[in-house]
């Protein structure tokens, strides 16, 4: 009996296994059917159309070309994304198509820095030169979701809904009382009294250089917000200031009476005045097309046999060594992709696009040598978005010309380094010590299991001051200053757009698309196709590889809800290692 139980579970396996193996190969296989077919499907836009403009997905540097997250069940409406480069070249091509009427901006809670927002927000505004009407609704304007629709002809709230007009915050979290009672001591070795990002282990409040400057490049980034929405809603920025001072938009009616918003209106009436805007009859149906799908056709569209061509560069993510990702920028991985474009003889001209924050200094030095010996052959251009600070400027600082937005958040020009000491934690809380032989002095440098001693403090210590060295030295000779001048504006302190072109640390404001013109122009080209580098992954590739992954982050967010990202922000705190160039802190502005 035993022995035909035994065989009876083995068969009850290997059938389950078979099956297993089945689904699998006919999922893939299905997966791989539909997506080479919605790759090259394109959407068919109807006369009479509205453009709807939803912004509250996550607008990145440039779309996924993710097929798959327009399957069911494989993707969602959660994972949406779109390029901020895709919305604009979308705006563009709506401009001068008759079948796009008018668009309509659906938004409350965009998923995008104040730099991105600017672009989108710019190109809104250039749209309104067709002639063409926009209109924004919603039933909660968030001030990020005000700035953008601002931008538009009418802005209509919800009878019963809300409008966000406070003033910016910016805040930053100290985990020194974790730490201590952890029994875990952070060493920090650092260049810089502004450079700021040790600070949350070692203190716990902000120390007066990190306030002076977090206090200088909010009121910044304040400034460009309140002066954006004063030019397209006629109210001057001191009426803005005092209304988000006093708080005075406490009710819906309050919006209104302050001309904030035009009207109150319910859905059902802004589909009757999108009809009218249409063309359409009240009676017909409203025919919209999302800003993904137009942006898809568009994309399409966009000539790419041109013999003369501009390369864009994106640089997105924190940096580090490897080939990293699409939200990652691995040094051997773009280094690549400068290097193919600098020697293929169609490409006249490179745009450097930077969104990141920094990283790690070895991965910055790397990707620098490459815009150098590219810079020799033909025009660089760097595009900041964001952020584009520590690191990220690093990386950037050799190029002919660089271009910012006034709400851009730069400089960072410092270097640190943690080295954690888990003695109190491995010996007092969990009784666990550790013994050994070694060979050399130092050659249980950098151990985690006790203090360092002063010898090896100083070694690292030296190592990060060369690394601002190089660090500043790098800058110095890409801006055409002195390194004398170059640290004083240095030692980690973050600056804003505007003040970065007045420091010299860039030198003009201006969008994507003006540092594209711009490198076409110092090529000397005037017909000219755009190519993108680095390719981006493989979307069929990403969903194997990354699925768990994704699994354990919706499990992550499911269980910690809005305390996803503090536990984001630890995470990324605790891994990193090597010398750091990076910015000072975490930017939450809200």
Not at 379 to 384: C, E, M, R, T
Request: hydrophobic content about 40%; aromatic content about 10%; charged content about 25%.
């Amino acid at each position: 009996m035993r022995e035909f139980f035994k065989y009876v579970f083995a068969t009850v396996v290997g059938v389950v296994i078979s099956l297993a193996l089945f689904l699998v190969f006919f999922i893939l296989l299905i997966i791989g059917i539909v997506k080479t077919s919605l790759k090259e499907q394109k959407v068919s836009v109807n006369s009479n159309s509205v453009l709807l403009l939803n912004l509250d997905q996550s607008i990145t540097e440039r779309t996924a070309d993710d097929p798959l997250s327009r399957l069911p069940l494989v993707g969602s409406d959660e994972d949406k994304s779109i390029g901020f480069n895709d919305v604009i070249r979308a705006l563009q091509k709506a401009k001068t198509d008759d079948n796009i009427k008018c668009v309509y901006i659906n938004v409350t809670s965009p998923q995008a820095g104040f730099a991105t927002m600017r672009e989108i927000r710019d190109a809104l505004i250039d749209f309104k030169t067709s002639k063409k009407k926009i209109i924004a609704y919603s039933e909660v304007y968030t001030q990020g979701a005000y700035y953008l629709a601002s931008a538009a002809d009418k802005i209509y709230l919800n009878p019963e809904g809300a409008l966000e007009f406070k003033g910016l915050k910016s805040e930053t979290m100290f985990f020194k009382g974790a730490l201590d009672k952890l029994g875990i001591e952070a060493q920090i070795v650092r260049v810089g009294n502004y450079k700021s990002a040790v600070e949350p282990f070692f203190a716990e409040k902000m120390s007066d250089k990190n306030r002076e400057q977090v206090t200088a490049y909010l009121h910044g980034l304040y400034d460009t917000f309140l002066e954006g929405i004063a030019k397209s809603r006629n109210i001057s920025t001191e009426t803005l200031y005092q209304i988000a001072d006093d708080y005075k938009i406490r009710q819906p009616q309050d919006a209104v009476a302050y001309k904030m918003v035009d009207e109150l209106k319910y859905k059902d009436q802004i589909i009757d005045e999108l009809k009218t805007l249409s063309g359409k009859e009240k009676k017909n149906d409203l025919t919209t097309i999302s800003i993904n799908d137009y942006a898809r056709n568009v994309v399409k569209d966009q000539p790419t046999s041109a013999s003369q061509k501009v390369a864009i560069i994106y640089a997105n993510g924190d940096i580090m060594g490897g080939d990293g990702s699409d939200h990652q920028i691995g040094s051997e991985r773009i280094s690549k992709a400068i290097r193919k474009a600098r020697l293929d003889t169609d490409i006249k001209a490179v745009v450097l696009r930077v969104n990141s924050p920094g990283g790690s200094a070895l991965a910055s030095d790397v990707i620098w040598r490459e815009i150098v010996l590219t810079k020799k052959i033909k025009p660089v251009i760097a595009s900041f978005g964001d952020v584009a600070a520590s690191g990220g400027y690093y990386i950037a600082c050799a190029a002919d010309s660089i271009f910012v937005q006034p709400n851009t958040i730069t400089g960072s020009i410092g270097v640190f380094g943690v080295i954690p000491n888990f003695q109190k934690l491995f010996n007092d809380k969990l009784g666990i010590t550790f013994d050994g032989v070694k060979t050399g002095k130092y050659a249980d440098i950098m151990s985690v299991d006790r203090p360092m001693t002063a010898g090896e403090r100083l070694i690292v210590q030296n190592d990060v001051n060369r690394v601002y060295d190089s660090f500043i030295t790098r800058v110095a000779d890409g801006r055409k200053r002195t390194k004398a001048y170059i640290d004083s504006i240095g030692g980690g302190r973050v600056w804003v757009g505007t003040d970065a072109v007045r420091i010299g640390l860039a030198d003009r404001t201006g969008n994507f698309n003006d540092a594209i013109i711009a490198a076409a122009k110092k090529a000397k080209i005037k017909d000219y196709s755009i190519v993108e580098y680095p390719e981006m992954r493989d979307p069929f590739k990403s969903l194997m590889d990354n699925t768990t992954d994704k699994i354990r982050t919706y499990y992550a967010k499911q269980e910690l809800g809005a305390s996803y990202p503090i536990y984001q922000q630890i995470k990324s705190a605790v891994s990193r290692s090597g010398i750091q160039t990076r910015m000072p802190f975490e930017i939450k502005i809200q």
